[in-house]
């Protein structure tokens, strides 16, 4: 005896060896035997043999014309028997019973299931919806179909083109246009970025890095609304000094000027100088909302996205010539030992005399020059005094370090003759020694400006953000604490308002204590213990690590360029460890193939045979050791 039962869905039929009132023991033709509950038997038959009859079955269940059952089954809830022996004309045969159910089971749209073998036809109404979902669906698929065709056969569609920047940032995994282009990728085994940028959804890799980064960062735009900045409400006091800034060619938003005056008995005042947007740009304000909503600028080679609108960067900009506002810092200096004897803060306007600019400069404005007091040098009566002082501060830092900073290292800066969105556009990689004179002298009046200004909130009692280092863990808090790598005892970043959120929130706790002394805790914008303080400081590290890695990024893609552009296919590298190599000619990090093991620091000849600019991955291969760069240069 056989039966046909149900079983997690779907129909099958066995042998039974034994059964009880409430099982059957069955046994498929594979020989594999099943306990079954009763309840799930539809009924028994002698013949044909199982296997045969649910072929015989499936045959004849295609064959039944649904439109035409449906038409014929009784209005309400019917047994299966009863509609079989009706259809057929007979008392049906196991065959039939099988060929039936298999049919009605196959076919919800149109029945209902009831219970075991008992189904209820669809009302005509909720018949046609699901007839015409169905149909919907058919036609998804062969569209589709014919998406996926058409992208392996190298042609984008164009319902794919317009939804393709979507499909990659925010991908509804429910449409047609994302199932179509996972069906793609499963098919030719690429990820959805290459093949659509293969498929010439992008122009170049380049413009699809930038419409990534822009489309979840800036889905707005990078515009800023039409602002107003708020005049000033008071009268500052004129600065008398002679002051000049230092940056790169291409800074527009100038934060930073230094001015220096020789006094009695060897000391100097040294006046660091401070762009004060914070003036007018005040917590809570339409200003204050557009700056923390970037919480600082972005950074690209031969591009940026500002932090502040371009009407707030001219207004507060320490451009030379004209009267600015600006939070100044005086520190009296020893510059023979380091000694910072006193200083003192004030808010006032100040004219830059010069924006010097690194690359007119850097040339002439060496350690040799500077020590030699005969020696040309422009600029000298302002540079000498400074770098003095300068040597003097670094030099009293390490003493707290321990050890000498690490300066060594060759920095490049990047500049683009030509549009920032072409690839083709040639890409100059200028290096840059991190320890030169003019670099050394203005970070470290920076670093004084910003452990003295920590100092002074901390001395009020008024909360700042506070960037440490402790046991080789760096972290921003509102507690001052010690930066062991830059040897301060706090260290607060203050002289950069216009370009990062977290100076320009210190600046207004700054002005406060500026203006107010003992009593600024009582009147400054964030009061101890603030909560949104601890809320900025989540924010701006999240943020700013975003920031970084972009321009990580398309440094890495202009570095590529450069190669290709210079047709670089050998070159020297330093190891860094394992198969990690740094370029000798430009900041590009590489993985090198067979590279044997080797310390860090060894020199190493590689071959260059291909980039992929969007993986921003080099294929490198190992020639050879290569000679230290002293020895191959003599």
């Known amino acids: 005896m056989h039966v046909f039962y149900e079983d997690d869905g779907a129909f099958k039929a066995g042998r039974i060896l034994s059964e009880t009132d409430a099982s059957l023991q069955v046994e498929a033709d594979s020989g594999k035997r099943s306990k079954i509950k009763r309840a799930n038997t539809l009924f028994t038959f002698d013949k044909p043999e199982p296997t045969e009859l649910l072929r015989q079955a499936e045959t004849a269940a295609a064959d039944i014309d649904l439109q035409f059952l449906w038409e014929c089954a009784p209005q309400e809830e019917f047994d299966t028997p009863a509609l079989a022996a009706d259809y057929y004309g007979h008392a ?55 998406w996926v065709d058409d992208m392996a056969a190298g042609k984008l569609p164009d319902e794919i083109r317009e939804a393709a920047e979507s499909l990659l940032i925010r991908p509804d995994k429910n449409s047609q246009q994302w199932k179509a282009l996972d069906a793609a990728c499963a098919r030719l085994q690429k990820t959805p970025d290459r093949l659509l940028l293969e498929l010439g959804a992008w122009p170049h890799a380049l413009a ?14 990078t515009g800023f609304p039409d602002v107003v900045v708020p005049a000033l409400d008071r009268e500052l006091p004129l600065a008398d000094a002679e002051i000049y800034s230092v940056d790169d060619v291409t800074t527009t938003e100038i934060d930073d000027a230094l001015s220096v005056t020789e006094l009695k008995d060897g000391l100097v005042r040294v006046g660091v100088h401070v762009a004060a947007p914070g003036l007018t740009v005040t917590r809570g304000s339409e200003l204050d909302a557009l700056a923390r909503a970037r919480l600082s600028t972005v950074y690209m080679p031969g591009d940026k996205i500002p932090m502040q609108p371009d009407a707030v960067i001219q207004a507060f900009s320490l451009d030379a010539g004209r009267e600015v506002p600006a939070l100044s810092l005086y520190a009296t200096i020893n510059p023979s030992t380091g000694e910072v004897v006193e200083s003192n803060s004030r808010v006032e306007r100040i004219v830059v005399r010069e924006n010097l600019r690194h690359n007119m400069l850097d040339g002439e404005i060496t350690e040799a020059a500077l020590a030699d007091p005969q020696a040309p040098l422009p600029y000298a009566h302002w540079l000498r005094p400074l770098w003095r002082t300068a040597l003097a501060l670094s030099a009293r830092r390490e003493e707290v370090r321990g050890k000498p900073e690490n300066n060594s290292r060759v920095e490049y800066s990047f500049y683009l003759d030509g549009p920032a969105d072409d690839p083709d556009t040639p ?29 002074l909130l901390a001395q009020h009692g008024v909360p700042g953000i506070y960037r440490s280092q402790q046991a080789g863990r760096v972290r921003m808090s509102t507690q001052p604490l010690p930066h062991e790598a830059i040897g301060v005892p706090q260290y607060a970043w203050s002289t950069s308002p216009l370009r990062r959120y977290v100076d320009l929130v210190n600046q207004w706790q700054l002005i406060a204590a500026v203006d107010n002394g003992v009593s600024a805790r009582l009147v400054a914008p964030f009061k101890p213990k603030d909560a949104d303080l601890f809320a900025i400081i989540g924010a701006f590290d999240a943020q700013y690590a975003t920031w970084a890695d972009f321009q990580n990024s398309m440094e890495r893609y202009w570095c590529l360029r450069w190669l290709k552009q210079h047709n670089v296919t050998r070159t020297t590298a330093s190891v860094l460890r394992d198969d990690l190599v740094r370029l000798n000619n430009a900041p590009l990090v590489v993985r090198v193939g067979n590279l044997p093991a080797l310390e860090r620091g060894a020199q190493v000849t590689i071959d260059i045979l291909g980039a992929d600019e969007l993986a921003l991955e080099a294929e490198c291969r190992y020639v050879g050791v290569a000679a230290p760069p002293d020895e191959a240069a003599a």
């Open 92 to 146: 049906p045969s196991p065959v039939e019973q099988a060929a039936l159910l298999i049919r009605l089971h196959g076919a919800p749209a149109y029945f209902h299931r009831r219970g075991k073998g008992r189904y209820r036809p669809a009302p005509p109404d909720i018949l046609a919806a699901a007839l015409a979902a169905i149909e919907k669906k058919r036609l998804q698929a062969e569209q589709q179909a014919h």
């Open 208 to 221: 699809l890095h930038l419409r990534r980064f822009l489309a979840v960062n800036f889905p707005r735009g």
């Open 427 to 455: 890409v100059r990689l200028v290096p840059r020694q991190r320890n030169a004179p003019l670099d050394r002298m203005v970070a470290e009046f920076m670093i004084l400006a910003n452990n003295l200004w920590g100092a």
